[in-house]
């Protein structure tokens, strides 16, 4: 699982470094709260790089020092606690951040010295790459190095929460907010693997076996760093995914009205407008001329628009469980296809309607929508085709 799970997380993370180092080239220089963030990310890639089975036995082979890769992940691993919480402390307290952050990676140094003077002074080891703190748990020095290491984890770890979760509250709602949350549940997994970590070193001391945890340990370190990584680059490209699903939900639209206008800008050719070069390609702005020009039909088509047919669609509609906003959009499209009907047999026009209009109360996003169900109800409703058929025959 290690051989697995890692290497992934090397990678993520080392590709979301190279994306923030980038985006700070593009931008000029980068404020305190974006380094962070690239910071972080290059120490969690530089942890799951070292944690990395291949890796961790090459770097025991070029340093000559067995299992170096441990002491280099577990000092990354604080050190990007540390960072997260001086860039939490950006976001949230910035007339404070300055000063609380140098008292923060003063305990970080201290921390380091700490976990170094253990791992030299615990004596020699043979290389374990997926199972090193289980195998040594049991030896008084390295029990001292994992409960220093995990102190500081675990306490920076719950500064994460403390911090994040209430500044997430009062963000507005949108990716920061996501991502902050988000960031929040990876570091409530990684307490998971603070948990079984702590376990590891009481069960050795009582002489029990130590190992039967370890699958919990790459599953919760790998998914807590996913999740932070997640929330950390999420206020970056979660507007790109906005605009991608935006621009996806408008190409459906367009899609599902064009059988509407189609049928009316055939029948109203005049209607149709003149594409700008620059944005006839556009979804948006083809999406809203869509919209502008079945309106313009409709208004052209007002003479032979009938209350009546829409009366007879209603009742139909109620009788076949419609309700709301289908019930609406049938009847508009019963009237719509009864009235090209009439176009078509040359029939005399009857007394205009009042032009339509957008309902008040729909934004212009639900204002499509609706149009896309009148589009499908014109197009595949048997009512409608029932609505035209009547017309003709009426006459």
């Known amino acids: 699982m290690h051989g697995t799970l890692y290497p992934v997380l090397a990678a993520l993370a080392w590709a979301a470094t190279g994306y923030r180092l980038l985006s700070t080239h593009r931008r000029g220089?980068?404020?305190?709260?974006?380094?962070?963030?690239?910071?972080?990310?290059?120490?969690?890639?530089?942890?799951?790089?070292?944690?990395?089975?291949?890796?961790?036995?090459?770097?025991?082979?070029?340093?000559?020092?067995?299992?170096?890769a441990a002491l280099v992940a577990h000092l990354c691993v604080v050190a990007f606690s540390t960072t997260i919480q001086v860039l939490l402390l950006w976001w949230a307290e910035p007339t404070t951040a300055r000063r609380r952050a140098r008292h923060r990676q003063l305990v970080l140094g201290t921390v380091a010295l700490v976990l170094l003077g253990l791992f030299?002074?615990?004596?020699?080891?043979?290389?374990?790459?997926?199972?090193?703190v289980a195998t040594y748990a049991d030896r008084p020095h390295f029990a001292v190095y994992l409960l220093a290491y995990l102190t500081a984890f675990a306490a920076g770890l719950m500064d994460i929460i403390r911090i994040c979760w209430p500044y997430?509250?009062?963000?507005?709602?949108?990716?920061?907010?996501?991502?902050?949350?988000?960031?929040?549940?990876g570091a409530a997994v990684g307490l998971v693997?603070?948990?079984?970590?702590?376990?590891?070193?009481?069960?050795?001391?009582?002489?029990?076996?130590?190992?039967?945890?370890?699958?919990?340990?790459?599953?919760?370190?790998?998914?807590?760093?996913?999740?932070?990584?997640?929330?950390?680059?999420?206020?970056a490209w979660g507007p790109?995914?906005?605009?991608?699903?935006?621009?996806?939900?408008r190409v459906?639209?367009?899609?599902?009205?064009?059988?509407?206008?189609?049928?009316?800008?055939?029948?109203?050719?005049?209607?149709?407008?003149?594409?700008?070069?620059?944005?006839?390609?556009?979804?948006?702005?083809?999406l809203h001329r869509r919209v502008v020009e079945i309106y313009d039909a409709r208004l052209a088509l007002r003479p032979y628009l009938s209350e009546a047919v829409g009366e007879r669609a209603r009742r139909r509609g109620e009788a076949?469980?419609?309700?709301?906003?289908?019930?609406?959009?049938?009847?508009?499209?019963?009237?719509?296809?009864?009235?090209?009907?009439?176009?078509?047999?040359?029939?005399?026009?009857?007394?205009?309607?009042?032009p339509a209009t957008p309902d008040p109360a729909l934004d212009e996003v639900r204002e499509m929508?609706?149009?896309?169900?009148?589009?499908?109800a014109f197009a595949h409703s048997p009512l409608v085709a029932d609505a035209a058929l009547e017309t003709v025959n009426d006459h």
């Open 369 to 376: 929508r609706q149009l896309a169900r009148v589009a499908r």
């Open 120 to 132: 030299v002074t615990a004596g020699p080891t043979e290389s374990r790459n997926t199972d090193f």
């Open 168 to 185: 997430a509250r009062l963000v507005g709602a949108g990716w920061l907010r996501t991502g902050l949350r988000t960031t929040t549940a």
């Open 252 to 286: 459906r639209l367009l899609h599902q009205l064009h059988p509407l206008w189609h049928a009316l800008s055939t029948a109203v050719p005049a209607v149709r407008l003149t594409p700008d070069r620059a944005g006839q390609w556009r979804p948006a702005e083809r």
């Open 320 to 354: 076949s469980g419609l309700r709301d906003d289908e019930l609406a959009a049938l009847v508009e499209a019963a009237k719509l296809r009864a009235a090209l009907a009439a176009v078509s047999a040359e029939l005399r026009p009857r007394r205009p309607e009042q």
């Open 193 to 235: 693997y603070c948990t079984v970590r702590a376990l590891d070193i009481v069960e050795a001391a009582a002489g029990w076996n130590v190992h039967r945890g370890e699958a919990l340990v790459p599953l919760s370190s790998s998914i807590g760093a996913l999740l932070v990584i997640l929330g950390l680059t999420m206020p």
């Open 240 to 249: 790109r995914l906005t605009v991608a699903a935006d621009t996806a939900d």
């Open 29 to 68: 220089p980068a404020a305190p709260a974006r380094r962070a963030v690239t910071n972080a990310l290059a120490l969690l890639a530089i942890t799951f790089t070292v944690s990395t089975p291949a890796v961790w036995t090459f770097a025991d082979r070029l340093t000559g020092v067995n299992n170096v």
